[in-house]
């Protein structure tokens, strides 16, 4: 079993939908907690970054950590077209240069 | 823009023969790293360093060699290709000061085994 689990998808929904995407890990160790979104042939770029539990919100995304549950959240609000992409989890322990990644969920928003 | 660049950004080659692709970055931070991207596997690691000369072994560093002789430049090299090493490879950095974890990606090598 990987550290984290990321469901790999596709997750279609409908342009001004709320989009919900999820990892779960095992290792109580991760601190800092980061999204990344990807568009086809591209690469990574960072979202969000969060550090330990809580919410943080920037435009029409925010990211949710629940480390008692060892749970972290994307939430995207009024999808987009645009917002079309995979979407990587990624998180590492407190001092630790090396972030672990999920696998990915693609994610297709239909006008 | 964390100012990466990768070359090249597209290679095909044979099996046996050797291959290096080469990441560049204009702002001189300590920290680089080579992933390779597959379906199915997501990002892995391969090597990273931490300075000039200073490197070490990811995950999934058997079959590849790295170098960085100056901050500016990591170079991943494949000694002798075999068509298991075909993959995305991307580049990554962490910028100096900021919070560990936090990488920042150039735009990918799209390398073909045959």
């Known amino acids: 079993q990987k550290e984290v689990e990321q469901d790999p998808g596709p997750l279609s929904v409908p342009e001004g939908a709320i989009v919900s995407l999820n990892c779960t890990y095992s290792?109580?160790?991760?601190?800092?907690f980061m999204w990344y979104r990807q568009y086809s042939r591209k690469g990574p770029e960072l979202l969000m970054y969060t550090y330990s539990s809580g919410n943080k919100e920037d435009g029409r995304f925010t990211a949710q950590v629940d480390k008692s549950s060892k749970y972290i959240s994307l939430f995207i609000r009024d999808s987009q077209p645009s917002d079309s992409a995979t979407y990587l989890c990624a998180m590492s322990e407190g001092g630790s240069y090396i972030p672990t990644f999920g696998r990915g969920t693609s994610l297709i928003v239909h006008p | 823009d964390a100012g990466i660049t990768q070359s090249p950004r597209h290679k095909v080659t044979e099996t046996g023969t050797p291959v290096t692709l080469r990441c560049h970055q204009t702002?001189?931070?300590?920290?680089m790293y080579w992933y390779r991207q597959d379906p199915g596997h997501g990002l892995r690691l391969i090597h990273y360093?931490?300075?000039?000369?200073?490197?070490d072994k990811g995950e999934v560093s058997d079959g590849y060699s790295v170098s960085r002789s100056k901050t500016e430049d990591f170079l991943l090299t494949l000694e002798s290709a075999t068509s298991s090493q075909t993959s995305v490879y991307f580049c990554a950095i962490t910028p100096d000061g900021i919070e560990v974890g936090e990488q920042y990606f150039g735009p990918g090598t799209r390398l073909t085994v045959t």
């Open positions: 702002e001189n931070h300590r920290y």
């Open positions: 360093s931490y300075g000039v000369k200073d490197t």
């Open positions: 290792n109580s160790a991760f601190q800092y």
